[in-house]
């Protein structure tokens, strides 16, 4: 499975509900379940970001899509990458060099 690695900004609505954030994350999950993904990590985080999650989704297409599902709610607004483990980068590194 594909990782990814969001950074998360509340919105105004999703700030004043501040109070159902457990439970959101928690309905997060099951919205990734159902594209085949999962909230592997999830953490509330003091700075420029209100929260930074880890997911694993099997493809690019089905990650865009649940975001875009999340997002659509109109608590939050993410910034995503596409995280690469030691040895996904190995894979990398292997096929650069041909």
Known sequence: MARYVTLI???EQGASGYRSTIDRATAANELFGSFGGSLVDVYWT???YD????AEFPDDES????LLR???QGNVRT???RAFDR???AD???KASG
């Open 9 to 11: 900004n509340w919105t």
């Open 46 to 48: 003091l700075g420029a």
């Open 51 to 54: 929260l930074v999650t880890v």
């Open 63 to 66: 990650a865009t899509a649940a």
């Open 70 to 72: 999340l997002a659509e």
């Open 79 to 81: 910034t995503t990458m």
């Open 87 to 89: 040895a996904g980068m």
């Open 92 to 94: 990398i590194v292997a």
